[in-house]
């Protein structure tokens, strides 16, 4: 149960995305050492018009001394700040200041959920920033003027104590039990450390090296959590004392997991990413290779517990199944398993055909992958996400059926309301998956996916409420 024992290259950063807006980079070293902190700076946005001029502001941020310690022309720096010290806001206007401009700053503690925002009236030139408790902070400047589309900049600031002392935790313990159904699961943590009581946690659920948690009081319980990522993974739960300061333990975790059957009904896409010792054959190679986001993954994508990942959608000779999953972090990606399948013969006709339709009126012994992707989440800047994608694919053991639906029709003359749900499910392999980075990886697994085509109700009458229908 070190701290980043099974890391390796990755333990250097992962991002806390906390829903306000920005991506707080944690370090997963001994932040309070680094010089870092765990803030990073972002300018999300900038320019805006105003008649033929281009508005925008410069920031920078001076302690007591007058030293300069951050500036948004420099994309590199960052903003630590100690709690009780005294340090100004400079804000200066790149080119001309629009006429009648008014300027406010906001700031938020984005370690607590719907904590108040103080909103403070600011000026061109310097403005003492108020004195902040330590946290991880949003800190937005926006400019609005007459005729002008309001100018907002964002950015992160790290507040610690003056005098920190968090570098080890004691004591941490993860048990996870399932939720409700696949790929929802609870988790029960117990962490303490040196610092400074009391203690906040936040999981990286996927032992990725990404936090995709808020954080809250470690004693807790985070219920209800989707993780993809199932089987033996090595869980961390990041934990910040009342200095502000985070330090990360590791915890091996064994997900409890069952593959669904094909053609069971259940929407589904599995797999195993190479260089896996349940997966001998598959390979990963390039910058991959010990990315724990794309290597060693046993992956299962289902829908439960109020998560519909998996998707699906069939059109005449073709049918495609996704599982993007996004943890709605400030810098959250969707990512998950994308598969396009095409040769699919027969035709489902006209609604009005659809109830005598027999269950084989869909063929798919000539069905091939026609495209495959597989996504990861990412940590900002510091771990960007990666796409692998490719076509040398193979299909086995693939099949498909189709339920039809009689229903009620609207009113005379319009749709029929009928339904036919196609289902479709099979084996892939897929070899040499390529990223932009150079990285390749092989992945083997199943899938079932179901689509329910409807034949609604047209107009404003009736029971469909003017939805138009389906056209096949």
């Not at 250097?12 to 807006?21: N, R, S, V």
């Not at 309001?150 to 950015?155: I, R």
């Not at 910040?240 to 593959?259: G, L, M, Q, R, S």
């Not at 892939?428 to 990886?441: E, H, I, Q």
Request: proline content about 5%; hydrophobic content about 35%; some cysteine.
């Amino acid at each position: 149960m070190n701290n980043m024992n099974n890391y390796s290259r990755r333990a250097k950063a992962a991002a806390a995305f906390l829903g306000t807006g920005l991506a707080l980079v944690v370090c997963y070293n001994a932040c309070s050492n680094s010089g870092l902190g765990v803030g990073s700076i972002q300018n999300l946005t900038g320019t805006q018009s105003v008649g033929q001029q281009q508005v925008k502001m410069s920031v920078s941020v001076k302690d007591s001394s007058g030293a300069t310690i951050y500036t948004d022309a420099n994309s590199s720096s960052t903003l630590k700040v100690t709690s009780g010290g005294v340090y100004s806001v400079v804000i200066n206007a790149v080119g001309s200041a629009p006429p009648g401009a008014s300027l406010t700053l906001t700031l938020q503690n984005i370690d607590i959920l719907n904590a108040p925002v103080t909103t403070l009236s600011v000026s061109y030139g310097s403005n003492q920033l108020p004195n902040l408790q330590p946290g991880d902070y949003k800190m937005v400047i926006s400019e609005a003027a007459p005729n002008m589309v309001t100018v907002a900049q964002s950015y992160t600031a790290n507040v610690v104590c003056a005098n920190p002392s968090f570098s080890k935790t004691t004591g941490t313990t993860i048990s996870v039990t399932q939720g409700s159904g696949q790929n929802v699961y609870n988790f029960s943590v117990s962490a303490a450390g040196d610092g400074q009581a009391p203690y906040l946690c936040a999981l990286d659920p996927t032992g990725v090296g990404i936090i995709d948690t808020a954080f809250q009081p470690c004693g807790s319980a985070f219920n209800g959590i989707y993780n993809n990522y199932v089987a033996g993974r090595n869980v961390t739960v990041m934990i910040k004392d009342a200095c502000n300061i985070a330090v990360p333990a590791t915890v091996a975790i064994n997900f409890p997991w069952a593959e669904p059957a094909m053609g069971g009904g259940i929407n589904f896409i599995e797999g195993l990413t190479g260089s896996s010792p349940a997966n001998t054959s598959g390979v990963v190679t390039g910058p991959a290779v010990g990315d724990l986001r794309d290597q060693n993954v046993q992956y299962l994508a289902t829908n439960n517990g109020g998560n519909n990942i998996v998707q699906t959608q069939y059109s005449t000779g073709s049918f495609q199944i996704t599982s993007d999953q996004n943890y709605g972090m400030n810098s959250s990606v969707p990512f998950g398993i994308s598969i396009s399948l095409t040769g699919i013969t027969g035709n489902l006709g006209a609604p009005s055909g659809w109830p005598s339709l027999p269950a084989n009126t869909l063929g798919v012994a000539a069905a091939k992958i026609s495209s495959f992707s597989y996504s990861t989440d990412q940590a900002g800047d510091a771990e960007p996400g990666q796409v692998f994608s490719g076509t040398n694919c193979t299909l086995s053991n693939q099949g498909i059926k189709i339920v039809p639906t009689s229903g009620t029709p609207c009113t005379s003359g319009t749709a029929t309301g009928n339904s036919v749900t196609v289902e479709m499910w099979g084996h892939y392999v897929c070899k040499g998956l390529a990223s932009v980075g150079g990285a390749t990886m092989d992945i083997s697994g199943d899938f079932d996916g179901l689509n329910t085509l409807v034949d609604s109700c047209v107009g404003g009458q009736g029971q469909g409420g003017g939805i138009p229908p389906i056209e096949l």
